[in-house]
């Protein structure tokens, strides 16, 4: 084999390379080894580059999208308490569970009994329909009932104006003998059973009137009198002893009436002892829809009706949570929609306020006068009493500038301090000449109140827990703060406790 190789070369002739030959040769391997070098090593490494470059591009527009949302955090925390809230207005318009209690106490303090009479509710068994691809469980209520047409008139609204849904499913009128109207309205109300997680509790809360005298059943007969609390001679409607102490029937245990004399309708406001106001209501406050105005984003709260009131069912109750980092700092409630106007000065115009604990800041009322100018007017400058309390609002006193519409009522505080907590307003009241003045000394003293901020995760029953070391104020939480059963506590609401 290596003889045929040897003489198959040896046929072939050779020569040295020429200069030439060896440059283009040197040129040709250079050649190549760039081609080589560009195809496999620099083509490779700019598309990795590339490829970083579009990686590093996306990286970068993350990041910028993070920085924006981060700016946005405020924002994005102000829309969640929004929608949070939202949520939980739209929760407190149904019932948590289809409770008989619950709808029986709730009905019993719409219905306008003095106006209709009712025999008695008939409950259907709860079943469920299909809204929107999802079961809604429900129940039916057949209310028969006897009355005038303004009473009748009056009961509808009231359905209407429920704080839980309650639609009328149907509605029959018959004119009895007497000239009476007598029916049966068919009620249907739904349950978010199933659909919300909502906070369940043990124990259905009651209000109940609290009544330390003994009363007796002939107090309802004309010409009773009964025994007084503190001396003298008690009155059988509500408007006190003669020495304006309360009586056994409904002069409260203050004097003058705090249940039956109390408000317009039992002849004044009877809680000075004896003496009566017979002034004109500009506002009862039983309006359930409240318009909270902060003057800047760190004044935080909430306005909303509540059941402690003076005169009436509702009183309102304003939550603050105020930081002062500006010359204004003002947590206000706007009641411009019941278009309270005063066309002349009054002798004498009031508020209502009821404190659970002492506070530095100034409550107030925004006007606006004749030309459309506002004007904030001081009521109170610090509140120093527990309770209820009656405040005067000085007004102008010049006829040139009414009328004069009362358009917010507020809570302020000074520059640099700080305050949070509860307050309720009721009966803004209006005295003229012709009515009798008075003076206000409060219906009777309340215990230290504290205030707590809801945290994530809290309940009725944590707090009480936390708080108390018991569950056993936890009722007395929900009945201080207007919390219902099933409620869910908003991260941040403001509530009152007793201090213990």
Do not use: C
């Given at each position: ?8 070369f ?27 070098g ?74 306008p ?153 039992g ?6 002892g ?10 009862s ?24 009131a003076l ?166 939480i ?20 007793v201090?213990?």
């Amino acid at each position: 084999m290596s003889t045929k190789l040897k003489s198959l070369f040896s046929g072939i002739k050779t020569r040295p390379l020429t200069k030439s030959e060896k440059i283009l040769l040197t040129l040709l391997a250079i050649v190549g080894i760039a081609y080589l070098g560009n195809q496999y090593i620099l083509v490779p490494q700019d598309e990795k580059i590339q490829a970083l470059q579009v990686e590093k591009y996306e990286l970068d527009t993350k990041i910028m999208a993070m920085n924006a949302t981060l700016r946005r955090e405020d924002d994005i925390k102000k829309e969640w308490e929004l929608l949070h809230r939202e949520r939980n207005q739209i929760l407190s318009y149904y019932f948590p569970t289809l409770d008989q209690a619950q709808i029986i106490y709730l009905l019993n303090d719409l219905l306008p009994e003095d106006q209709v009479e009712i025999a008695d509710l008939n409950f259907s068994r709860p079943s469920s329909e299909n809204v929107s691809e999802m079961e809604v469980f429900n129940m039916g209520i057949s209310v028969p009932f006897t009355g005038d047409y303004s009473g009748i008139e009056e009961m509808v609204r009231a359905i209407e104006l429920s704080p839980r849904r309650m639609m009328v499913d149907s509605l029959s009128l018959d004119r009895s003998a007497d000239n009476q109207l007598s029916g049966s309205m068919s009620l249907k109300v739904y349950s978010l059973e199933g659909l919300a997680e909502m906070e369940e509790e043990d124990v259905i809360y009651v209000q109940t009137a609290e009544n330390p005298d003994q009363g007796t059943l002939f107090s309802s007969f004309d010409g009773f009198v009964g025994t007084t609390t503190n001396g003298g001679t008690g009155g059988t409607d509500g408007s006190g002893g003669t020495d304006g102490s309360g009586s056994t029937n409904g002069g409260g245990t203050t004097g003058g009436g705090t249940t039956g004399g109390g408000g317009t309708s039992g002849g004044g406001t009877g809680v000075d002892g004896g003496t009566t106001i017979k002034g004109d209501i500009l506002h009862s406050f039983e309006w359930r829809n409240y318009d909270f105005v902060p003057s800047h984003e760190l004044v935080r709260g909430q306005a909303e009706p509540t059941t402690i009131a003076l005169d009436g069912k509702y009183a309102l109750r304003l939550e603050y949570n105020i930081l002062g980092t500006e010359e204004e700092n003002r947590a206000m409630v706007d009641i411009t929609s019941q278009n309270i106007e005063l066309k002349y000065p009054p002798t004498d115009l009031s508020i209502h306020t009821f404190s659970f604990s002492y506070a530095p800041g100034t409550v107030g009322v925004r006007i606006l006068n004749q030309d459309g100018d506002e004007e904030f007017i001081p009521v109170n400058e610090g509140i120093s009493w527990l309770g209820w309390g009656r405040s005067t609002i000085n007004l102008p006193g010049s006829v040139a500038e009414y009328p004069i519409k009362i358009t917010h009522i507020y809570y302020e505080m000074a520059k640099g301090r700080d305050d949070f907590g509860v307050l309720v307003f009721d009966k803004l009241e209006a005295i003229y000449p012709h009515h009798v003045d008075s003076s206000y000394e409060g219906i009777e003293k309340e215990a230290d109140k504290i205030f707590y901020e809801v945290k994530p995760g809290d309940n009725v029953s944590t707090i009480s827990r936390d708080v108390y070391g018991t569950l056993e104020y936890k009722n007395e939480i929900m009945r201080n703060n207007d919390i219902r059963p099933g409620d869910v506590l908003p991260v941040g609401k403001i509530l009152v406790l007793v201090e213990r």
